[in-house]
């Protein structure tokens, strides 16, 4: 019985022993996000250091709507502070960073725009022995054609785009992304704001590459934008949240994690993944050449990565997350959404953007901006009038100071 009652004791305190150590595994930051304890969080604490993140809008987990605050919950592990930014397109992040506006630590652009940064020299490469999370990321998503030897980019979300649409406002739903260019949907239509992903949809739509590889391909194309245009109501990014939630517009463009968004804020609203294919993309946590926080930059791309940090984002944004072990952990619905994660045949049919030279992102720069400024006949016409207008004005004008000269002579 002894014997019995020492064992019973050894046990308890093996017990006892190794919780300790199983508690030591992780750390609670607070009640929703607990982080990995063999990862030093606080070296940086009490060096007032500030980041600079930029990331697109509405696209982080950030204390709205009973979500976690990621960002606070940062600042408050690892004592940094965070100054937080956003933009709507990659087209205005690479400008404002090229222009040497704003310094950025962290910024987040999606592949094509990458590839691009890298081969101008804008992103510095990264340490993972100080992003150990960065192993989480599924093999399927390294070494990706944007960043071939995996050293300047950890991703953080993908997405496709499609066709979001009102219930209530269509009389025929849309199924493909020619049905973008049908008289039925006139002044109702919301389309993209940036050239790449405006100028995908003509491609589909047309059976062009979405990646063009001549100047000649991009006037081809952009034609049907402009052929387009008359029935486009607006030309958005994130208003797009806005009109179609409040039922503005019947038809709208944009990308599949909002649309989830978008859903569940009017549950009238539809979304389509287009018979023709879509635009497969990935958005990188990426760190510019210009940082003077590396370190520290690391370190918060590195927390994004952690498990529950993962989950907090991807629930709140309805992004598809690149890491299997965040997927295991999601909510039901999302984690089997056919939004989220379309069928292996339409996943078939999607495409990648990839970095087009510079001629022919030039070119495409140019007839985007000429197409934006297109008026078929309307505010043209009237600008030539206005012109002829103000000439035979001031040829009268001439004519009277001439007449008047030639009255005083006599």
Known sequence: MKRFAVLLLTLALAVC??????????????????????????RFKGQNITLNVYNWGEYISNGSDDSVDVVAAFEQLTGIKVNYTTFDSNESMYAKLK???ADYDVVIPSDYMVAKMISEGMLMPLNYDNIPNAQKIDEEYRNADYDPENAYTVPYTLC???????????????????????????????MFNNSRDAYAIAAFKSGHDINP???EEVDEVVEELKAQKPLVQAYVMDEIFDKMIGGEA???VYYSGDAITMIDDNPDLAWVFPEEGSVLSVDCMTIPATSEHEEAAEMFINFMCETDVGKANIEYIGYTTPMHDVWEVLDEDLKYSEIAYPSEEDAAKEKIFTA??????????????EMKSYDEGGSSYLFLM???AMLALACFNIWRKVRKRNRNQY
């Not at 025929?172 to 039925?184: F, G, I, M, N, V």
């Not at 087009?356 to 901006?369: A, I």
């Open 250 to 252: 019947a038809v709208g």
């Open 386 to 388: 206005l012109l002829l």
């Open 17 to 42: 022993c190794a919780l300790p150590a199983f508690a030591a595994g992780t750390i609670e930051v607070n009640e929703d996000i607990s982080v990995s304890a063999d990862y030093d969080w606080t």
């Open 213 to 215: 590889q001549s100047a």
């Open 160 to 190: 496709t785009t499609g066709i979001i649409y009102n219930t209530k406002m269509v009389d025929k739903a849309p199924t493909s992304w020619a049905d973008l260019w049908d008289e039925q949907y006139a002044d109702n239509i919301l």
């Open 99 to 101: 222009s040497g506006a």
């Open 356 to 369: 087009l030279s510079d001629d022919v992102n030039s070119e495409l720069d140019v007839k985007w901006s």
